[in-house]
């Protein structure tokens, strides 16, 4: 999948999980936070700005949510507080892809041993 | 803290009570986007008039089956996001969650869609699609007078929905 794909698949995401909000039978629906396919599940974390992060994983993997939370603070540390990082634009920061795989590394031998 | 202003004032979603309905709502559509059925058994808040809202229903699901075949990542066969996909070809959702609702979804070989909105806590609902998909087969698609693409309006199935519907945990 190339970067426009990417940039597809990202912006789709942002209008299904808007409209998901508006077909909920109660109020208070603060968007989609778990899909489940066939072959993945797909888990998104919404933070208090509207920056949406989602994981695709084996489906039926546990504690996602623990992992997305430390995904979104390892982006405020690496990709906001980074002075030459402009607002809404592709992230390319080395430090912050090098803490990004070493953070699901660590996650993956904590849920499989190895 | 939520306020719905209603008689029954609850901060959380419905737990499912042993009396009433364990689902919210549900919608079937067929291939063509027609909405076959609508049935709501407890839905405080309706932000849309109902031909809007089976119309973004629809939309919705269109697109997360065009997005879930895009990103599976088994690799099959990959077409551009947003060509129509057959009924079965590619990966397709089974059901989302939100914090207030929880959308189980099926589609049968012949296109026709049953969605069925519950309490977010609801486990796998696929075995009580297909039971549903087939309650359609017995009393809808088996009645003579039932014209397929139009709206269904036969009582028995009704009956025997709100019958199991009630049984779902």
Redesign the interface.
């Known amino acids: 999948m190339d970067t426009n794909d990417s940039l597809r698949v990202a912006s789709l995401w942002h209008s299904m999980h808007a409209i998901s909000q508006q077909l909920s039978p109660t109020v208070g629906c603060s968007g989609i936070e778990l899909l489940e396919a066939d072959t993945f599940d797909l888990h998104c974390f919404q933070s208090l700005t509207g920056t949406k992060f989602f994981v695709v994983s084996e489906p039926g993997t546990q504690h996602m949510e623990a992992l997305l939370k430390v995904i979104y603070e390892l982006y405020t540390d690496y990709v906001l507080k980074n002075p030459f990082y402009e607002m809404e634009m592709p992230i390319r920061c080395e430090l912050f892809d090098l803490n990004l795989s070493q953070a699901v590394q660590k996650d993956r031998v904590a849920l499989l041993g190895r | 803290m939520?306020f719905?202003g209603g008689s029954d004032v609850s901060p959380s979603?419905p737990a499912p009570t042993a009396g009433g309905h364990n689902a919210?709502?549900m919608y079937m559509f067929n291939r063509n986007g027609v909405c076959l059925f609508y049935r709501?058994w407890?839905?405080?808040?309706r932000?849309?008039n109902p031909q809007q809202?089976h119309k973004?229903?629809f939309?919705?699901l269109f697109?997360?089956k065009?997005?879930?075949a895009?990103?599976?990542?088994?690799g099959a066969d990959k077409r551009n996001?947003g060509v129509p996909q057959l009924p079965g070809q590619g990966?397709?959702?089974?059901?989302?969650?939100?914090?207030?609702?929880k959308?189980s979804f099926m589609e049968s070989p012949s296109g026709i869609k049953i969605i069925l909105?519950t309490h977010p806590r609801t486990g796998d609902l696929r075995e009580a699609l297909k039971y549903i998909y087939s309650l359609y087969v017995e009393y809808v698609a088996k009645n003579p007078l039932y014209d397929p693409g139009t709206p269904i309006r036969c009582d028995l199935f009704n009956t025997n929905l709100d019958l199991y519907v009630r049984s779902i945990s």
Not at chain 2, 70 to 74: A, E, F, L, R
Not at chain 2, 91 to 101: A, D, W
Request: proline fraction near 7%; include cysteine.
């Open positions: 939520q719905f979603p919210n709502v709501e407890n839905r405080p808040l932000t849309l809202d973004l229903m939309g919705l697109s997360l065009s997005l879930t895009k990103m599976d990542p088994t996001l990966c397709s959702f089974h059901s989302f969650r939100t914090n207030t609702y959308l909105v």
